[in-house]
């Protein structure tokens, strides 16, 4: 079993610039999440999924748009990167919405 | 918002000591997560209570649950380098609707040999 992956592991963009990060388990797990994390910040909920087809708001959502069109696969896109956006982005996945989560090992992003 | 709150932010002892570290929370919860990290890699969970469990271990971790006073702890024994990470609490939270985790900014621990 892969668990949690991601792609790319590192990308640097332009401002204006857009991209799709890609999560991707193997659990068959139902929810899946993206977080950002910053220096002194901790992690923050981006947007989650709760099963194929179904997405949700979290704390920071705004600039972000994400897709779940098959189970296994979880989408994060940034249609016009900004400089606020360079962080480290993390992909998990549980059984339900309070249940252990398994992290993918992370997108470094800069925005320049 | 930021539900668990780590206290220290930061942690530096010497191998073979014991590390604790403590998580404080606002509103009431079903179960309290810790999580560590290692530099640059993803979190990695360690040990889940249940708000009707005291305490719970696991190896060399010892994890406490206080709901009166809203506050948890976890205890590392016998620390050794590889133990030097981050660790981070999370307790139940809710956005749009479903139940989801909120992490706190969590516990910087440097093991020295």
């Known amino acids: 079993n892969a668990g949690v992956t991601q792609t790319p592991k590192f990308r640097v963009l332009k401002t204006g610039q857009s991209m799709t990060l890609l999560c991707a388990q193997d659990?068959?797990?139902?929810?899946m999440y993206w977080y950002r994390q910053d220096p002194g910040m901790g992690l923050r909920l981006i947007h989650y999924s709760v099963g194929e087809g179904t997405t949700a708001k979290g704390e920071v959502p705004d600039g972000y748009n994400v897709s779940r069109l098959k189970k296994q696969n979880f989408l994060l896109g940034l249609e016009s990167a900004a400089p606020s956006q360079t962080s480290v982005y993390f992909c998990?996945?549980?059984?339900?919405?309070?249940?252990?989560?398994?992290f993918g090992p992370g997108t470094r992003l800069t925005v320049l | 918002s930021q539900q668990g709150e780590e206290d220290p932010q930061a942690l530096s002892i010497q191998e073979g000591e014991n590390a604790t570290m403590n998580c404080s929370y606002k509103?009431?919860?079903?179960?309290l997560q810790w999580y560590r990290q290692n530099s640059g890699r993803g979190l990695v969970h360690l040990i889940l209570?249940?708000?009707?469990?005291r305490e719970k271990h696991s190896g060399r971790l010892r994890v406490t649950l206080d709901t009166s006073k809203k506050s948890s702890s976890l205890l590392i024994t016998a620390s050794r380098a590889a133990d030097t990470a981050s660790y981070f609490c999370?307790?139940?939270?809710?956005?749009?609707?479903?139940?989801?985790?909120?992490f706190g900014k969590g516990t910087m621990l440097l093991v020295s040999p």
């Open positions: 209570i249940r708000s009707n469990e």
């Open positions: 999370a307790t139940d939270s809710s956005y749009s609707g479903y139940s989801t985790l909120t």
């Open positions: 998990a996945s549980s059984y339900s919405g309070t249940d252990t989560q398994y």
């Open positions: 659990m068959n797990h139902e929810y």
């Open positions: 509103t009431s919860i079903n179960n």
